[in-house]
């Protein structure tokens, strides 16, 4: 109970960043009922994957790497049958666990789901759980989520967290393996380098116009001037909406006295305890002896009442608290299991209990802080007031305006300016853009926009393209003012670039086979005349100045057989002779790195061991794919 909120953090983490999950409305067992109809993407065992579940699925997790990534992130990437087929797969993943976690019979307590959701920090204010941003929160998504249909996701998504964690949990790491890779890691190669630079070598390089002419006739896609346009668009965004009418203060009181009861903080305690664990299923004597314990450490306390903080760290079985002093925290009535709870309420401030009997064992509790209930002020909770009336007049007037905004683009297509004036937009303009991504275009940056905007149609017509949706609560439409075609560009024009490009080529050229003479010279065990920098150390982790190859050569150096060389180019610089002189162990084994290790092994073997669970249910479950379904992208 104790350590709920630890036990569920990771996930509770995963939940609110993917908290709009395409199915699972009303509980696990309404979604396992759900009906199919043709043209569904799949079906598993019976229950369909419907094209429109599939295509929001894939949306979402769009929208979840431009959030990562930015708008610049190629989406079209994804737009392959390939990663269809994966998002499908995972789809159908969630299914089978879904499937197997009903015929368990796992279940989420209320009161595990109560704590979860309190627990997030989401929805805290002030380190506590407020009604009012949960709701807001919740309205804030799209589409808006009710707290029942959140309940019911966050239920669903806790219990296939049981079935995975049963199985990856389970999983048995290598001690062995973990200290040996941990040594491997920690092992320091110490190098020194000696570069023998690109840039003498490029005047060394003769070139004629035949070659550059070559050059330009053989790569003529290098010098390619994409076609471009500069374009003229409005912007209708919910956001945008909410902040151009200002919430009044007047607007502000109503809404607080009307949500006042959800401002309202009950009585919050602190409370430290010394827990001696027994199994509810323990025999009596078990139980006996457990109390006795409980009861020599009481006796302790109140010898000397300042020993409780070392008691609870010495003496206490709760290993979320124990090494805090006992210290719980903060919390209010009905976060705690009954008995406990009823203890705390009932004590002063400094006061220590008697022994407690829960269902975990038995306990000795210490109130070490009260905190009157109250009802927060009008400014404590402004700003969620702000925020809140904000989002809800741009919601309202977006929902308003979108249709508005959708017709007028299209019926009067050869101007955004009957819309602009409409709806009160503001028509912007760009410089000469390229059908590639970039972050400087700002709301254009979607490939919806671009693909549309660089239509024949659009570009010939110079007509506005369709409202098109770029993110949740924001629309697009643009037109074409100018265009240019794509072209090629002369070779007078490329010929310095080419010469130049082709200069450094050969002179890298150059520079590597001085370089490979002089590694040859070395490993014979000749000197080469060369200088070498100060001693670096290389790790797995750290590679220093070298490239990744060289890294990994430096690293495979044979440690009887020092010193060592290798070499390799290193960009624009020139070539890198590198002498291998020692190899490092580490003096003492890394507890802390070891553990680390052992843990990460852990959560590999624990995925495979899941992944191997899901193929086997795969295997045993009659699952079709609409392939042809598949193909099509969804709209």
Known sequence: MFNLIDKYRTWIKVLIGLIVIPFVFFGLEAYMRQGGRAGDVARVEGIPITQREFSEELRQQQDRLRAMFGQSFDIAQLDTLEARGLLLDGLIAQRLVARQALRADLTVSDETLR???????AFQSSGQFSKSAYETILRAQNPPLSPAQFE?????????????????ETA?????????LTALNEEQREVALS???LQPFVSQVKLDETQIKAYYDSNPAEFLVPQRVRAEYLVLSAADLGRAEPVTEAEIKATYEARANEYRVDEQRRASHILIQVDPE????????????????????KKIPARFDELAKTRSEDPGSAQKGGDLGIFGRGMMVKPFEDAVFSLKEGDTSGIVETEFGFHIIRVTGVQAGKVRPINDVRKELLLMLAQEKGRRRFAESAEVFTNLVFEQADSLKPAAEQLKLTPRTTGWVTKSPSEALGPLNHPKVLEALFSAET??????????????????????????ESKQRSFAEAKAEIEQRLRRREAAALAAKEGEAKLEQLRKGGDAGLKWTAPLRVTRRDAKDLTAELQREVMLADPLSLPAYTG??????????VRVAKVITPEAKSEVLQAAELARIA???????????????????????DKNALETRPQ
Not at 152 to 168: F, H, K, N, P, V
Not at 282 to 299: M, T
Not at 603 to 625: F, K, P
């Open 459 to 484: 570009i010939k017509n110079k007509r506005n393209t369709d409202a098109i949706e770029v993110a949740p609560g924001t629309l697009v439409s643009a037109r074409v003012i100018e265009h240019q």
């Open 195 to 197: 570069l023998v630079p």
């Open 568 to 577: 390799g180019l290193r960009g624009a610089d020139g070539y890198v002779l």
């Open 115 to 121: 704590q979860a959701i309190v627990s997030m920090p």
């Open 603 to 625: 959560r590999q073997t624990g995925a495979a061991q899941y992944d191997a669970y899901i193929e086997g249910l795969r295997v045993s479950a009659d699952v079709t794919i």
């Open 172 to 180: 048995i790491p290598s001690r062995t393996v973990a200290a040996r």
């Open 282 to 301: 323990a025999k009596d004597e078990v139980r006996q002896a457990a109390r006795r314990k409980a009861e020599e450490i009481l006796a302790e306390v």
């Open 152 to 168: 019911a996701r966050m239920r669903y998504e806790i219990t296939l967290g049981q079935l995975a964690r049963s199985i990856t």
